[in-house]
């Protein structure tokens, strides 16, 4: 159980495009769901926080505008990435948490952006 | 706010020894404790956490962490390392709000040598 899917894998864009990535929970209901941002051999970093029903809630420094995340079902969050640039080549991953008061997230397995 | 502190970058082991990878946690409360395993270019697999009572957790693929409140730390073992170990091992910090974010270490790679 607790399996969480993203769609695509890997990427290759042109810069200017925009990118959607989906999260989604294949055996469970997540009513919190985040986004990370990993670069090449560092830790994870938080982008935002995604609650279904509501708007995403952004760590600082994340551009909102830039960055849209829609939660529209318990079991789908999506970013976009708009207006990319080479600059926002990463690798983006998602996870969710099961219901209020559970404590765990599980992770998908990433999207590999490259912007051209 | 909560910090978590890996200060092995780099750990090297010789398959069939033993492991431990240290992890030290700052934060005000008691701590929501986790270790996670990520291969190249994959999602994060949750090993075991920590949430409250015995304070040696047991998780998958025959790993172990203990919470250690007076020393802040929580770090992961293994009696036997295999080849397959080979990773980036994260340690992460729950955040006691609605929101229960995650803050992750920096990480630590491990190398299994044959």
């Known amino acids: 159980g607790a399996v969480v899917s993203q769609h695509p894998s890997w990427v290759i864009c042109k810069s200017g495009t925009s990118v959607k990535i989906e999260c989604r929970s294949l055996?469970?209901?997540?009513?919190?769901m985040f986004w990370y941002r990993q670069f090449p051999k560092q830790s994870l970093m938080l982008m935002a926080t995604s609650n279904e029903g509501s708007k995403a809630t952004y760590e600082q420094g994340v551009e909102k505008d830039k960055f849209l995340i829609n939660h529209a079902s318990l079991t789908l969050s999506t970013l976009t990435v708009t207006s990319a640039h080479p600059e926002d080549s990463s690798f983006y991953i998602c996870?969710?948490?099961?219901?209020?008061?559970?404590?765990?997230?599980?992770f998908g397995p990433g999207t590999r952006l490259l912007v051209l | 706010a909560q910090s978590v502190t890996q200060p092995d970058i780099h750990i090297t082991v010789s398959e069939g020894a033993s492991l431990e990878l240290r992890c030290n946690y700052s934060?005000?409360?008691?701590?929501?404790l986790f270790w996670y395993v990520q291969s190249p270019g994959q999602g994060l697999q949750l090993l075991l956490k920590?949430?409250?009572?015995?304070?040696l957790v047991q998780g998958i693929k025959g790993f172990e962490a203990e919470f250690k409140r007076s020393q802040s730390s929580f770090n992961l073992r293994k009696p036997s390392v295999h080849w397959s170990d080979a990773a980036e091992y994260f340690c992460?910090?729950?955040?006691?709000?609605?929101?229960?974010?995650?803050?992750f270490g920096s990480g630590t790679q491990l190398t299994v040598l044959p």
């Open positions: 055996d469970f209901q997540a009513t919190t």
């Open positions: 934060y005000g409360a008691t701590p929501y």
């Open positions: 996870s969710a948490r099961v219901g209020a008061g559970k404590e765990t997230q599980y």
């Open positions: 920590y949430f409250s009572g015995d304070t």
């Open positions: 992460a910090v729950g955040a006691s709000g609605s929101a229960r974010q995650l803050t």
